[in-house]
C-alpha cells in the first residue's frame, strides 16, 4: 500500500502550530510533527525535517529553509563570481538530504543553477568549478532534471577543461547522477560521446585518486539496467562499446596499478571491472592484461593489511588515543571489506570463462576465498559473493571442487549459511555451491551431509521463499529427501487454441 505524501508547506505549518499554539521548543515542535505524521503513515523521505530560519532581513513572516534562502539569492543575482558564497551555500545545503534537493527543485532551481553554470564558462574556472559542483549536488537522486542543454553543457566541459582535475572531477559527479536509474541519459549521452571522455580523463590524469574513482563509478553506471520505466536498457551495448571501442578493460587495470594503496579506488575499479566481464573473451582479456594477477594480490594484501590493523591497535596507552584507533580500524576494516567483496564480485564475473576459472585455481585462488570468507564471515555480502566465487568455480569442474574440498570450500559455505541466517543471497549462494560440488562428484555428499548442510538447506528452504529452486535442486543432489511439486500434469482438460 502507497505511504500518503503531504507538501513542504503542510509539514512547516505543522511545525509553527507546535510552537505558536503549544508554546513548544523549536526541536520539540519539530518531533512533534515527525511522530504526528508518521504515525498518520505519511511519507517524509521528500520532508526538509528542519525549524524554517529567520531569513537575513531578520522578517520573521518570510522564514524560509536555508536551502530556499540560498536559491533566492540566486534567483535575483547575476555574476557567477559575486553569487560564489550563495551558490556553495546552496551545494552545502543539497548535499546533506535528498529532501533538501528535492524541495529546491520543486521550486525551479535547476533552470537557475544551469544559467550560472553557462556563465561560470567565461568567468574562470572557480567559478564553472562552483557552478557544476552545485548543478552535481542538485541532480544527485533528479536525473530527470537534467534536459539536453544541461548535457550538452557537461559534455562540453568535459572537452574543454581536460586539463583541470577538479572541474572535470565534478563534471564527471555530474555525469553519474544523471544516469542512474535514467536509461534515456545514459543512451543521450553515449551517443553523444561522453564514453571517450571518460576513458580519456582516466588516462590523462592516472595519478589523481579522486578523478580515477569517479570515472570508474561513472562508466560503471553506463552498463547498469536500473531504470525500471523502460522494458530493457542497452547496459550490456554499451559494456561491449566500453570495451572494444575504448580500451575499457586495459585503461582501467593500468589505473589500478597507479593506485595499489588506495582502497576505496582498488575497490571501485574492480566493481567496474565486473560490469565489463559480460563475454567470454572479455574475461579472458582481463587476465591476459594481468588484471587476474592484480585481483589475486589485492585480496591476499587486504588480509595482511587487516593483521597490520590489529597490531597497530596495541600500541597505544591513552583512552583517547585508543578510542582514535578504535575509530580509525574499524573504518580501515570497512574499506577492507568493501575491497574484499568487489575483489571476490570481480574474480566471480570473470571465472565465467573456464579457462580463467582454471587460472583463478592455479593461482590459489580457492584459497585466498575461503580466507576472505572466514575472516569476514559476519559480512553478508562477502559472504555471498564469496559463495557465488565458489559455486562458479566448481560448475562443470571436478577437479576444481576436490581443490574446493581439501581447501575448506564447502565447510565455509556452510558456516557463512549459519552466520547469516537472514540473508537471503548468502543462503542462495551457498546452496548453489553445494549443489555444484556434488553434482558431478557424488563422493562429496556424505562428507557434506556431515557438515550438517542438510537441516541448514531445509532451514533456508523454510525461511526464504526465494530459496525454493536452488535448496531443493542442492538436497536432490546431495541425495536427500525432497519433495518437487508438479506445477502439470498434463491431465484434467486439454490445450484448446
Known amino acids: 500500500m502507497a505511504k500518503r505524501r503531504i507538501t513542504q508547506e503542510t509539514f512547516d505549518a505543522a511545525v509553527k502550530e507546535n510552537m505558536e499554539e503549544f508554546d513548544m521548543a523549536p526541536d520539540e515542535a519539530l518531533r512533534e510533527a515527525v511522530e504526528q505524521f508518521e504515525s498518520q503513515g ?71 543553477i544551469l544559467s550560472y553554470c553557462k556563465k561560470s564558462v567565461e568567468e574562470g574556472n572557480e567559478a564553472v568549478l562552483t557552478a557544476v559542483s552545485a548543478l552535481a549536488a542538485l541532480i544527485d537522486g533528479q536525473p530527470d532534471l537534467l534536459d539536453a542543454e544541461g ?87 554499451h559494456a561491449k562499446m566500453i570495451v572494444l571501442e575504448h580500451n575499457g578493460l586495459k585503461v582501467l587495470i593500468e589505473a589500478a596499478k597507479a593506485h595499489l594503496e588506495n582502497t576505496s579506488v582498488l575497490s571501485e575499479i574492480c566493481a567496474t571491472l565486473s560490469r565489463l566481464a559480460v563475454r567470454n573473451e572479455f574475461c579472458q582479456d582481463i587476465c591476459d592484461l594481468g588484471g587476474l594477477k592484480l585481483i589475486m594480490t589485492l585480496l591476499a594484501d587486504s588480509f595482511e593489511s587487516a593483521v597490520e590493523y590489529n597490531k597497530i591497535k596495541n600500541n597505544y596507552e591513552t583512552e583517547a588515543d585508543l578510542i582514535l584507533m578504535f575509530v580509525l580500524v574499524t573504518y580501515s576494516v570497512l574499506l577492507l571489506q568493501d575491497l574484499a ?26 584459497q585466498l576465498i575461503v580466507i576472505a570468507m572466514n575472516r569476514h564471515m559476519s559480512n553478508p555480502t562477502v559472504c555471498e559473493q564469496g559463495c557465488a566465487c565458489l559455486s562458479v568455480l566448481a560448475l562443470r569442474k571436478p577437479n576444481n571442487c576436490k581443490v574446493i574440498m581439501e581447501n575448506g570450500g564447502a565447510l565455509a559455505a556452510v558456516q557463512a549459511m549459519k552466520a547469516n541466517a537472514d540473508a537471503v543471497n548468502v543462503q542462495k549462494q551457498a546452496c548453489m555451491v553445494l549443489r555444484n560440488l556434488v553434482s558431478r562428484m557424488r563422493n562429496y555428499s556424505q562428507p557434506i551431509l556431515d557438515l550438517g548442510a542438510e537441516a541448514l538447506i531445509a532451514q533456508a528452504l523454510k525461511t526464504h521463499q526465494d530459496c525454493g529452486d536452488v535448496g531443493k535442486a542442492a538436497l536432490r543432489d546431495l541425495g536427500c529427501q525432497v519433495e518437487l511439486r508438479e506445477l502439470w500434469t498434463g491431465k484434467h482438460g486439454s490445450l484448446t487454441n
Not at 551517443?191 to 595519478?207: D, E, F, R, S, Y
Not at 568487489?342 to 579457462?355: E, K, P
Request: hydrophobic content about 40%; aromatic content about 4%; proline content about 2%.
Open 341 to 366: 567483496r568487489q575483489v571476490l564480485s570481480a574474480i566471480r564475473a570473470i571465472a565465467g570463462n573456464d579457462d580463467v576459472k582454471d587460472a583463478v585455481v592455479n593461482a590459489g585462488g580457492v
Open 42 to 112: 505519511v511519507d517524509l523521505s521528500c520532508i526538509v525535517k528542519a525549524v524554517p530560519a529567520v531569513s537575513s532581513d531578520d522578517k520573521k513572516e518570510e522564514q524560509a529553509h536555508e536551502v530556499l534562502q540560498a536559491l533566492d539569492s540566486l534567483q535575483i543575482g547575476k555574476c557567477v563570481l559575486e553569487m560564489m558564497p550563495d551558490i556553495k551555500r546552496f551545494t552545502e545545503q543539497c548535499s546533506l538530504q535528498f529532501a533538501q534537493r528535492y524541495l529546491a527543485a520543486q521550486k525551479d532551481a535547476y533552470p537557475t
Open 151 to 237: 548535457q550538452h553543457f557537461l559534455l562540453d566541459v568535459l572537452r574543454k577543461y581536460q586539463a583541470d582535475s577538479s572541474v572535470i572531477c565534478v563534471a564527471v559527479c555530474a555525469v553519474r547522477h544523471s544516469c542512474l536509474k535514467h536509461e534515456q541519459n545514459r543512451q543521450d549521452l553515449v551517443k553523444a560521446g561522453v564514453l571517450p571522455l571518460l576513458t580519456g580523463v582516466i588516462t590523462q590524469h592516472t595519478g589523481c585518486a579522486e578523478l580515477v574513482k569517479e570515472a570508474s563509478a561513472a562508466l560503471r553506471v553506463m552498463t547498469f539496467d536500473d531504470d525500471v520505466r523502460v522494458t530493457f536498457g542497452h547496459g550490456h551495448e
